[in-house]
């Protein structure tokens, strides 16, 4: 598989901190990479520098051979790069609809005269919009189709994580991360999340996948391949068996007893 995303000598300094050191990583065509680390590795620091909100300090970051370093959030976001939050970012108060359409800006006419002049052609970007959001949940849980005008604030976690994944996919990105999806949900429901976003039909878009996730059996059930970071470097990539099996890995992160 060829290298959607490569990043080379990739630094990001705060001040005396360094939270990257010199990363090489490449993400390839189609594949569904974790990236697993201690608190604090950079894990979550990686994708706010290749998705826009930091600047990296140096290196250098490629989206299928194009140069995005340093670009800001929206540049990245129209070039195919989507992404969720460990922390939820919905506006609880709106519709699980205008939220997954918050992900589809890249798309929908918001000047006045279209919205408020030109009613049918407002009225067909809605009837769009709305097929749109419907087929994302009806591909990923079709439970939540009934409820697609209801807040966002009545559902429970795991729903509310479903809407995020809709909302970051709506835009049809090449290349998704998602940032730790199973927080504050359980084993079990975060089985079934997993199970959902990997057997997911979406429409056959050939979609790259980076997953952050201290559940390791998450990480070993669902990726093809695995990056160690530790202190802001990669310790060790590879197939999740020969990664648990490397003794720097058990000793940063799993702990010296793994069985």
């Known amino acids: 598989m060829s290298a959607l995303l490569s990043c080379t000598g990739l630094s990001m300094h705060f001040g005396g ?3 990257l050191d010199s990363l090489d990583l490449e993400v390839r065509e189609g594949e569904l990479l974790g990236l697993v ?19 990296p ?10 140069d995005i370093t340093a670009k800001p959030p929206q540049e990245v976001y129209r070039r195919g790069i ?28 918001l000047g006045f005269i279209h919205n408020i002049i030109r009613r049918k052609a407002f009225r067909a970007e809605y009837e769009s919009c709305m097929e749109k959001a419907a087929a994302l949940l009806r591909a990923l849980n079709p439970d939540l189709l009934d409820r697609v005008m209801k807040p966002v604030g009545d559902l429970n976690m795991m729903d509310r994580r479903r809407v995020e994944i809709c909302r ?29 976003i990997i057997s997911m039909d979406t429409g056959g878009q050939k979609l790259s996948l980076v997953l952050i996730e201290h559940e390791m059996e998450v990480i070993r059930r669902i990726t093809t391949r695995c990056v160690v970071l ?14 648990i099996a490397d003794p720097q890995v058990q ?9």
């Open 251 to 259: 000793e940063a992160y799993l702990g010296r007893e793994l069985e």
């Open 57 to 66: 300090s140096a290196g250098k970051i490629f989206l299928a051979g194009e």
């Open 230 to 243: 530790n202190f802001g470097r990669k310790l060790c990539e590879g197939d999740y068996e020969s990664v």
């Open 168 to 196: 970051a996919l709506v835009s049809r990105p090449r290349l998704l991360f998602l940032d730790e999806p199973s927080a504050g949900m359980t084993h079990d429901e975060t089985r079934q999340l997993m199970d959902e």
């Open 82 to 109: 989507a992404r969720t939050f460990q922390r939820s970012r919905l506006c609880l108060d709106l519709s699980i609809f205008d939220n997954i359409m918050i992900g589809n800006h890249k798309t929908l006419q």
């Open 37 to 55: 680390g201690p608190n604090g590795s950079g894990k979550t620091t990686l994708f706010n520098v290749v998705t826009g909100i930091y600047r």
């Open 17 to 19: 901190l360094t939270a």
